[in-house]
């Protein structure tokens, strides 16, 4: 006579089989997202590289200006065999992440690496950098910038990194890897190769980044706590290596932009410069070599280069 199996028994068996398959196919799909953007990482998403790299010993602070227009190669080959601990990394971001501020000073702390005594450090400082929405009270803790990379992250070195998977999905267009027109190197530099191929697409774009830079006169205001935020990273940075101001070049439409938004600019980072014993070099002066743009804001890969090699013989001039 036929024994029936328990259905508590086949109810287990089923539900154990659906989550080995369950459990296998997730770590499928793990393994190739994970093959994908180590390959392809830096077309798809212009931060996710930035913290899968290594701490770092010399490194770039800023925004969109310096993530697209300083190079790290450039300066790695210029101070080769130099006094300062290199490779220098690219941590700058754009000008929703890229503000100077507690959350930002934290995560540039946290990448650092603890034993750095003769790092470069390089901050590509601008008025936006220093400003803050007019409705938010940044003494209260009122951030535009909470809540994005690489402010809501703890893991700043870890290949593969899911915590950023996880927290910042929403960054990733993975249609760019057809396109190919941007990508962020494992040095942090981000490479634009999307120019504009003629004069009305050059006026075009940079009516664009006129109209965006007039509108947050409308709704920004310079921020005292940025600015002693600004101070407080000169000195901690100071701890590791040396530390250069430099205001990166941009066309003089827009800069006239940021001279209304806030006029003191320029005096004010060369008092904190002269407080803190570093240079501050400003290559928005008249005297100051103009660099190819292709927006007016944001320099193209080729004038990158010379800017870059111009900052480093500034700088050697200094020490």
């Known amino acids: 006579m036929e024994r029936s199996l328990n259905p508590l028994f086949i109810s287990n068996f089923n539900m154990k089989t659906f989550l080995i398959k369950s459990l296998s196919f997730f770590l499928i799909i793990i393994l190739l997202l994970t093959l994908f953007l180590h390959h392809y990482g830096g077309y798809v998403d212009y931060f996710y590289n930035k ?86 009270n940044n003494y209260k803790g009122e951030f535009k910038e909470s809540g994005t990379p690489p402010h809501n992250m703890n893991f700043i070195s870890m290949n593969p990194n899911f915590e950023y998977l996880l927290k910042n999905y929403n960054y990733f267009h993975f249609k760019a890897v057809f396109r190919k027109k941007s990508f962020l190197h494992k040095d942090g530099w981000l490479e634009e190769n999307n120019l504009p191929k003629d004069s009305l697409v050059f006026k075009d774009w ?60 320029d005096k004010d980072m060369d008092a904190v410069s002269k407080l803190n014993s570093v240079a501050y070099f400003n290559f928005n002066k008249a005297n100051n070599q103009s660099y190819a743009t292709y927006d007016g804001h944001h320099i193209d890969k080729f004038g990158g280069k010379l800017f870059t090699k111009a900052l480093c013989d500034s700088i050697m001039k200094s020490l």
């Not at 602070?61 to 101070?79: C, F, K, T, V």
């Not at 940025?226 to 827009?254: A, E, H, M, N, W």
């Open 51 to 136: 913290f899968t790299t290594p701490k770092a010993s010399s490194m770039i602070i800023g925004d969109s200006r310096a993530l697209q227009g300083l190079q790290p190669a450039i300066i790695n080959e210029y101070y080769n065999n130099s006094k300062f601990d290199l490779p220098i990394f690219n941590y700058s971001f754009t000008i929703s992440q890229g503000l100077i501020g507690s959350h930002y000073r934290k995560s540039i702390l946290k990448k650092i690496d603890a034993n750095t005594k003769k790092g470069l450090f390089i901050i590509a400082i601008n008025p936006w950098m220093l400003g803050s929405k007019k409705e938010n």
């Open 206 to 265: 940079k009516k664009n980044q006129i109209n965006m830079f007039t509108g947050f006169i409308k709704g920004y205001k310079v921020s005292e706590f940025r600015k002693k935020s600004l101070d407080t990273l000169i000195k901690d940075l100071k701890k590791y290596g040396q530390v250069y101001l430099v205001s990166t070049p941009i066309d003089k439409d827009i800069l006239e932009i940021e001279n209304r938004f806030y006029p003191d600019f």
